[in-house]
């Protein structure tokens, strides 16, 4: 029997939703950690049908077991009448944990998740990070597989990357009926991809899928929903130059990302790579964020004169800026937009993260092989040391 992989989300002791796009390994670490759990499992067809045609039956079951003390629905969003049922057995302080997992937040914003706001608090499952492979965490195959569990455990994880996306516009955008054209939305993915890592702009992914803007700015708010993608602001505390107002796109997975850009003659690998590495940083600074309990918030910074700098991660305690280059090398040139950053802001932090072996302090600026970040970079922490 494979050895589970230990994960830095912690077991909680009171009432949550855990979210988390498919493959993120929701399900299987609730059972490691609840295994005495009444459990629903709303992705089963005759669970899913019971509970769709009376909700009711939930307290049946709750009220049924007196001896178990936890209550775990997966994919609550199947059936999100659920909510109310969950509500009322809540109020009745019936002393019981409910945790309440989800691939897609859609559903329950239409039917008013608010309705469980303070009894019910959010949590958010992502990829594998650096910091919980360990020793297993190999760069060069992580750029080209991403971290979702699902992939990694995986005896041929190329060939699971291929269907995940497809797995995706069926199961949950066609079945759930997010979309009535499943080609125009296939075709917006593709061209999407092109954004990955980009400042985005919706009018040029429009015009090259041949779509109303509308409808792609509904197709992004859609890949957002089912936690498929997510976009940064631009970061404009203090601002003492001109700055852009777009934000920049990514996909949730270096691997995700891989598998939808389609590639070709014209399209350079070194490009591909650039934008795979700094996704991979993107996606560890959201979760890492998520885990650390949300106190930070992660912008990007781009002046309207073209200087920019991939991260900006800024609260209470941290204030990084971060620049992520695909090269060995350290060129004076790679390091002029962070030197602006911190001549406009000189309480910041500045690291420069590239492939090279070397830790190099440059001018105030710490240059670190981005694999040792990523593998450093824990919740429990908030210095690179």
Excluded at 26 to 51: G, H, M
Excluded at 104 to 125: E, F, N, P
Excluded at 161 to 178: D, H, I, W
Excluded at 240 to 263: E, M, T
């Amino acid at each position: 029997m494979e050895t589970l992989i230990p994960r830095i989300f912690l077991p909680q002791k009171y009432n949550f939703f855990l979210f988390g796009p498919r493959g993120t390994g929701k399900t299987t670490y609730l059972k490691q950690n609840y295994p005495d759990a009444v459990w629903i499992d709303l992705l089963e067809a005759d669970v899913f049908r019971s509970y769709s045609a009376y909700p009711e039956r939930l307290r049946e079951i709750v009220l049924a077991n007196p001896d178990k003390k936890t209550v775990v629905i997966d994919e609550i969003q199947k059936v999100p009448e659920l909510l109310g049922v969950i509500h009322s057995l809540i109020e009745k302080k019936i002393k019981k944990q409910f945790i309440l997992t989800g691939s897609s937040s859609r559903k329950l914003k239409k039917t008013g998740a608010d309705l469980l706001a303070g009894r019910v608090i959010k949590k958010t499952m992502h990829p594998f990070m650096a910091a919980e492979l360990g020793k297993k965490f190999n760069l060069n195959n992580v750029l080209n597989q991403g971290l979702l569990p699902l992939v990694v455990s995986a005896q041929n994880p190329d060939a699971v990357l291929k269907t995940y996306a497809s797995l995706y516009v069926r199961e949950e955008v066609q079945a759930e009926g997010l979309v009535r054209n499943i080609g125009n939305f296939s075709r917006f993915l593709e061209s999407v991809s092109f954004s990955h890592g980009s400042v985005l702009n919706i009018t040029n992914v429009a015009r090259d899928c041949e779509v109303e803007r509308k409808v792609v700015e509904g197709y992004i708010a859609i890949l957002e929903d089912l936690l498929l993608a997510f976009r940064l602001p631009v970061f404009t505390k203090r601002a003492k130059r001109v700055v852009v107002s777009h934000p920049k796109f990514y996909f949730f997975d270096a691997g995700v990302y891989r598998s939808l850009r389609p590639s070709g003659p014209l399209d350079k690998s070194e490009e591909i790579g650039g934008s795979a590495l700094e996704g991979l940083v993107a996606q560890h600074l959201m979760a890492w964020n998520s885990y650390s309990g949300e106190n930070n918030k992660v912008y990007f910074w781009r002046t309207a004169a073209g200087s920019e700098v991939d991260f900006v991660v800024y609260g209470e305690k941290v204030f990084w800026a971060i620049e992520v280059k695909n090269t060995s090398r350290i060129r004076p040139e790679d390091l002029r937009p962070l030197k602006s950053f911190k001549e406009d802001y000189p309480e910041s932090t500045a690291y420069f993260l590239y492939r090279g072996k070397e830790r190099i302090m440059k001018n105030g600026i710490l240059c670190i092989p981005c694999e040792e970040f990523l593998l450093k970079l824990h919740p429990e922490k908030i210095k690179i040391a």
